[in-house]
């Protein structure tokens, strides 16, 4: 899988619609995500508020990330990764930079569990609210990228037809496939794995918690 970025502009009776592409690469078991500052800036226009720079392309990841995760999940993995900003080329395919090292490290050594760790260089310049909507604060301390809720959104939405029903269903069905690896993975003995499902299922519940319970009202006929 491959794109490269891509920005264009389209007059309306309003002003302009805005068509902006990430640049994505996949190469083993990782994929690259970029968006180009400039490109956000022009985004922006004629405002481009430090803070918003930030925040925009937070907002935007959210379907995309969620829609991995949950991909990953029916299929019984887990994923992780690392956010941040700085020097990078990614085109044809090719990554190379700065901030790609930055992201792999934060994915290898500090991500741990199935979570997207986000750079202080991003989480402090990022102004959102409610903050933990985008970038809730893990009880070791790191900011990750709270991709949960799009995940129990669209979980089982390509199983379903449109309508609110699909969200309960594609929920109830996450955690039930969720369970399933907390019991064979303790079965086994096998401890790491089972951390990993296990803190999975405990954001799982704090997301659903945060959500509105009108999401998840099945209807009548």
């Not at 922006?44 to 949950?70: C, K, W, Y």
Request: aromatic letters at 10%; charged letters at 20%.
């Amino acid at each position: 899988m491959r794109s490269d970025t891509w920005y264009s502009e389209a007059p309306t009776e309003n002003g302009k619609r805005i068509f902006h592409s990430p640049a994505i690469s996949t190469f083993s078991d990782h994929i690259v995500i970029s968006y180009r500052v400039a490109d956000l800036i022009k985004t922006l226009d004629p405002h481009p508020r430090m803070e918003n720079i930030f925040s925009v392309p937070l907002s935007m990841m959210q379907p995309t990330i969620g829609d991995l995760a949950a991909g990953a999940l029916r299929l019984g993995l887990l994923i992780r990764g690392g956010i941040t900003v700085g020097p990078l080329y990614h085109q044809a395919g090719v990554v190379i930079g700065k901030a790609m090292n930055e992201a792999y490290d934060l994915e290898a050594r500090v991500a741990s569990y199935p979570r997207v760790v986000v750079s202080k260089k991003v989480y402090s310049r990022a102004q959102i609210n409610p903050r933990e909507k985008f970038l809730p604060v893990d009880t070791d301390g790191i900011t990750h990228y709270n991709y949960f809720t799009n995940l129990i959104l669209d979980f089982n939405k390509s199983q379903a037809g449109s309508g609110l029903e699909h969200i309960s269903a594609g929920y109830e069905l996450a955690m039930q496939l969720i369970e399933e690896n907390i019991e064979k993975f303790e079965a086994a003995e096998k401890w790491n794995p089972l951390s990993k499902w296990a803190w999975m299922k405990s954001t799982m519940l704090q997301t659903r918690a945060r959500m509105n319970d009108a999401l998840f009202t099945k209807k009548t006929a």
